[in-house]
């Protein structure tokens, strides 16, 4: 297979179709087949399917046919990157008596959510604005939805957490400090129940155990489930961090950041199993396609916590943020019920790959 990305150049440098195998791609845009189709088409290489894309999937779909007309074995993808930026992919990751969790990844953005099964009832973790996705699946399954979980105010992407918990007739759970819009002190317009440090919830005999881990947000929480099972929102990834400059206070929140995963984590096993919210590279995944490691590991590896003084450690995080992508705030606003938005500015805002991780240093 062939990838043929007919978007502009800025377009296709910003945000791509990634794999964990080589994939032969090439960027020509659509304007060089209008101006100059001959030698845009000589571009392409014979012999191979050729696949089109492009943001939304009408100017890949004129692409794909001239590549036909000219011999070519070309199809486009319907929906373009918007399409691809709604990708999940469900995969297991714990399976034992009482519990199964389930990993949720969305291709496109890096974005993780999970799915929690047990003898009572499921779990949602963090859930896209899909909900469709994890009502299929619970729903297949046979097994309601008691409880939602958002681990902090997203801003990378539109939270289904309200509206999957109303959807479901189920519990909805958030940090009351990410409840503000930190930039304009705005509440959120959604009810849910509070989260907060060390409180515990419980469904199929299986334990919940709420730690708060700012940093990111002033509200984020990770969720330890039976002892064993640490599900870290944006506080922790396999190989960095969530970066603390999203809600405007960057130096400050670093501080906190520095209390969290040289102090708070402390509390949990070293053989816990990280199930990060997010990642910045496929190479993070294990073989399997999932995205976990040990807690142990995760130390030993991420650049991010080895020793450092505080002060060491937030000059290396304030060096390390990458720029503020600017359409976050509207996206914050959104998640709080605050900025009402139609599907069409939906996608547009969500047209991106996550950048909630800090920048990596070469």
């Known amino acids: 297979m062939f990838l043929l990305d007919a978007r502009n150049e800025d377009e296709f440098n910003h945000w791509r179709v990634e794999s964990r195998h080589p994939l ?23 012999g191979s399917q050729v696949v089109v894309l492009c943001a939304k999937g009408g100017s890949s779909d004129y692409v794909a046919q001239l590549l036909r007309d000219h011999g070519y ?15 999940h992919e469900i995969r297991s990751v714990v399976r034992e008596r009482n519990l199964e969790i389930h990993q949720v990844d969305r291709v496109g953005k890096g974005c993780l959510s999970y799915i929690v099964l047990t003898s009572a009832g499921s779990i949602v973790i963090d859930p896209s604005r899909h909900v469709k996705d994890y009502l299929e699946f619970t729903g297949a399954r046979g097994s309601e939805i008691r409880m939602v979980i958002d681990t902090h105010a997203h801003a990378d992407h539109i939270s289904g957490g309200a509206t999957l918990s109303q959807a479901a007739q189920a519990r909805y759970f958030l940090h009351p400090f990410d409840a503000i819009h930190q930039m304009d002190a705005l509440r959120a317009r959604f009810q849910f129940e509070p989260l907060w440090d060390g ?51 960057g130096e400050s929140w670093s501080h906190d950041m520095y209390a969290t995963v040289f102090h708070r984590l402390l509390s949990v096993p070293a053989t816990a199993t990280v199930l990060p919210g997010h990642y910045s590279d496929l190479a993070e995944a294990n073989d399997d396609g999932t995205f976990a ?42 998640n709080l019920g605050l900025h009402p938005a139609d599907e069409e500015k939906q996608s547009e805002l969500e047209l991106d790959k996550n950048a909630c991780a800090l920048a990596k240093h070469n």
């Open 24 to 46: 032969p791609t090439a960027n020509v845009p659509y304007f060089a087949f209008i101006e100059d189709e001959e030698n845009s088409i000589k571009k392409v290489p014979r």
């Open 73 to 87: 074995e070309a199809m486009n993808v319907a929906g373009g990157m918007i399409a691809w930026g709604n990708l």
């Open 199 to 249: 409180k515990e919830l419980e469904l199929g005999g299986v334990t919940i155990r709420t730690i708060h881990t700012p940093g990111h947000t002033l509200g984020e929480i990770s969720l330890l489930l039976n002892e064993k099972y640490l599900l870290t929102g944006d506080t922790l990834f396999i190989r960095s961090a969530g970066r603390p400059d999203l809600g405007g206070k």
């Open 293 to 334: 490691a040990r807690l142990d590991e995760v130390l030993k590896t991420n650049d991010l916590l080895r020793p450092r003084t505080e002060q060491e450690f937030v000059q290396h995080i304030m060096s390390s943020l990458p720029e503020f992508p600017k359409q976050y705030v509207d996206i914050k606003r959104i």
